[in-house]
């Protein structure tokens, strides 16, 4: 059995240290697109040593920044083919401001296995913790694995999405680079699918594809400018669900709702008939 929910459940994966620096940090905010207006001190927030501060999001791709293989869809209770794979959704809470430099470990365990008839979901948990034993920051994020339900686990529970009662208080324009996917692979992520048009063309895709992660980061950064200042040490919160594809060069429409420390937002590509790419999108301050 591919997947077998008594095992999986709560089974803990193996730890790892990873370290990070301040040019990884810069890296990974011009590879959002930083830096677009470069005499912006908003923007120099995220280009510049000086007053450098670290979107939340970067703490999802610190861990594997020098992994460069892919991953294999193999846990305890769980053996799948990454063929079959989609990310579905990710989320980070920091406990405090992300150090522009620094050390942690990460630990990280299965925590829900659902079975949805034709698919299963699996979510993992991790928590990054500094050398001292101080919590840094903590992820959830789940895989969709089509053909690999039907093993009699428990559905879970169904999305419940955020359904708006007045026009968006913010609605944010965001253009991506046609070389996004290439600068961004440099976060870690080499899948050819995001760098060579014959292989994405094998996939079913007109080109190359922006890495969810991309995405999910660029928004988060066109929140935080937008709503908060580009005062990243303000965001706890960043979760999203991948809805769509995103090519590079396509703009970017997120349209958001502020509810007191909670903001509701949902990101389309307005060129392509509004096509979602990112839903269920919640930052809390």
């Known amino acids: 059995m591919p997947i077998d929910p008594k095992v999986a459940i709560g089974a803990e994966l193996p730890g ?52 460069f293989e892919p991953p294999s869809v193999s846990f305890p209770g769980i053996s799948v083919d990454l063929a079959k794979v989609l990310h579905g959704s990710q989320g980070i809470t920091v406990h405090g401001p992300i150090p ?13 296995v659902w079975d949805k008839g034709k698919a299963a979901v699996i979510v993992q948990e991790a928590t990054a ?21 039907g093993f009699g686990g428990e559905r879970g529970p169904a ?12 609605v944010i324009d965001t253009p ?4 996004q996917a290439l600068l ?19 996939a079913g895709f007109s080109a190359p594809i922006l890495h969810g992660l991309c995405t999910y980061g660029i928004v ?18 960043f979760d999203a669900r991948f809805a769509g594809v995103v090519y590079p060069g396509d703009t ?14 949902t990101t389309t590509v307005p060129a392509r008939d509004d096509v979602a790419v990112l839903a269920g999108i919640t930052l809390t301050v």
């Open 176 to 179: 991506t680079m046609p070389q």
């Open 129 to 149: 913790t500094s050398p001292d034993g101080v919590l840094l920051w903590t992820t959830r994020s789940s895989i969709f694995a089509r053909g690999e339900g």
């Open 220 to 237: 988060a950064k066109a929140l935080t400018d937008a709503a908060l200042d580009a005062d990243t040490r303000r965001v706890r919160s």
């Open 184 to 202: 961004y692979r440099l976060c870690g992520d080499r899948n050819p699918l995001h760098a060579d048009p014959a292989f994405a063309a094998a």
């Open 16 to 67: 790892t240290s990873f370290t990070w620096t301040a040019s990884d940090v810069l890296l990974y905010h011009l590879a959002l697109g930083a830096g677009g207006d470069p005499t912006s001190p908003h923007e120099l927030r995220y280009a510049l040593e000086d007053d450098l501060r670290v979107l939340p999001t970067f703490g999802v791709v610190a861990p594997s920044l020098r992994v």
């Open 252 to 265: 970017l429409r997120t349209s958001a709702w502020v509810d007191g420390d909670t903001i509701h937002a």
């Open 100 to 112: 522009v430099e620094g050390k942690a470990r990460i630990d990280s365990r299965i925590a829900e």
């Open 159 to 170: 999305a419940v999405p955020f359904e708006p009662s007045r026009e968006p208080d913010l």
